[in-house]
T-cell receptor, first 110, second 114 residues
């Protein structure tokens, strides 16, 4: 079974620029999550999708972050404009309970 | 508000000995608990879980214990191996149908020495 695919692996941008991350979940998984992991902290949920509907986006900074899941499969997470404090690893996961994470995208905002 | 706490940022254990990683939680709605293991530059990998209806779950060298009255769980690794060196995250969920948002602790870095 293929895992959760994420791209890019690394991204460096200047503050106020925009950036987008892509995720392809495990085939057949209806639930998809985006987590943010800041250095020294545990992952924090940004948004949860069930198929292409949003289940929970209560911790998504909606003034700058947006996410979509087209046709209930792939998902993109966008930040516009980026701030220094957005520097983190962005993790995508799919499944239920003991779900599978991708390798993440490490974002550095300078 | 840190609902899941791992108070030990790091732990060093000799190969072959027992590793005990601890986790405390404050939200009494949590009823499913998981441990994830994370190597550098990789995403967290699911290791073992336990439901609140149990107090112990075992999988090979890994055992998770849950003390609901104390709101405490622990992960025991016996015997510890050098490949177990990683960051371990405790996570908790309040089961609500298919919703399974996980709340994570800050992690404990385990180093298994020769």
């Amino acid at each position: 079974e293929a895992g959760v695919a994420q791209s890019p692996r690394y991204k460096i941008i200047e503050k106020r620029q925009s950036v987008a991350f892509w995720c392809n979940p495990i085939s057949g998984h209806a639930t998809l999550y985006w987590y943010q992991q800041i250095l020294g902290q545990g992952p924090k949920l940004l948004i949860q999708f069930q198929n292409n509907g949003v289940v929970d986006d209560s911790q998504l900074p909606k003034d700058r972050f947006s996410a979509e899941r087209l046709k209930g499969v792939d998902s993109t997470l966008k930040i516009q404009p980026a701030k220094l404090e957005d520097s983190a690893v962005y993790l995508c996961a799919s499944g239920n309970y003991g779900y599978t994470f991708g390798s993440g995208t490490r974002l550095t905002v300078v | 508000d840190q609902q899941v706490k791992q108070n030990s940022p790091s732990l060093s254990v000799q190969e072959g000995r027992i590793s005990i990683l601890n986790c405390d939680y404050t939200n009494s709605m949590f009823d499913y608990f998981l441990w994830y293991k994370k190597y550098p530059a990789e995403g967290p990998t699911f290791l073992i879980s336990i439901s609140s209806i149990k107090d112990k779950n075992e999988d090979g060298r890994f055992t998770v214990f849950l003390n609901k009255s104390a709101k405490h769980l622990s992960l025991h690794i016996v015997p510890s191996q050098p490949g177990d060196s990683a960051v371990y995250f405790c996570a908790a969920s309040a089961l609500t149908g298919t919703a399974s948002k996980l709340t994570f602790g800050t992690g404990t870095r385990l180093q298994v020495t020769l």
